[in-house]
């Protein structure tokens, strides 16, 4: 776990704040507490750390597709596919950014079960802000601390 994420973990002010934004019916900001209204879903990830190897932790919080579909992503709902034309972008407050598909996390097409963690081997996470975790992933590159900014974009015109 980095410095600065073990800091804020513990540092007194108020709670972060993350902003989902882009393509939303209903765009948001949103807190760790706010995050908690969710379905929680626990894991325990084992993933590669450049900088100190082989992290184990355990999460808990809400999926992210269940946060973003709450939030009215603008598919077509007529055009099934529609959906698989949208981006994720996802920022930390360290400037840390990763790039998913809706494809990714739709239970219609990869499924994958990515947390909001809301808690860090059971630290609450109010003061640093929710984390993205992808327990499918070797690497840990995609965990990002401190998310601040959430962009679901399906605008890119086609490729001609």
């Known amino acids: 776990m980095s410095q600065p994420l073990a800091a804020a ?10 902003v989902l ?24 990830a084992a993933f590669e750390c450049a900088t100190s190897g082989i992290q ?8 992210l597709y269940d946060v973003l579909t709450d939030a009215g ?33 739709d239970p219609d097409f990869g499924r994958a079960p990515v947390l909001l963690a809301v808690t860090l081997d059971a630290t609450p996470l109010d003061r640093a ?11 840990g590159a995609r965990y990002i601390s401190g998310i601040e900014a959430i962009r679901v974009d399906g605008g890119y015109t086609a490729w001609s």
């Open 56 to 63: 184990h932790h355990t999460f808990t919080g809400p999926l």
């Open 129 to 139: 802000g929710p984390q993205l975790v992808l327990p499918q992933d070797r690497c």
């Open 21 to 44: 934004a882009g393509d939303l019916s209903r765009p948001a900001r949103l807190t760790v507490p706010d995050l908690r209204a969710w379905p929680q879903h626990r894991t325990e």
């Open 73 to 105: 992503p603008v598919f077509d709902p007529a055009r099934r596919k529609d959906r698989l034309r949208f981006l994720i972008a996802v920022r930390g407050t360290d400037g840390h950014h990763a790039l998913l598909s809706w494809a990714e996390i």
């Open 9 to 18: 973990r513990t540092a007194a002010g108020p709670a972060a704040e993350l």
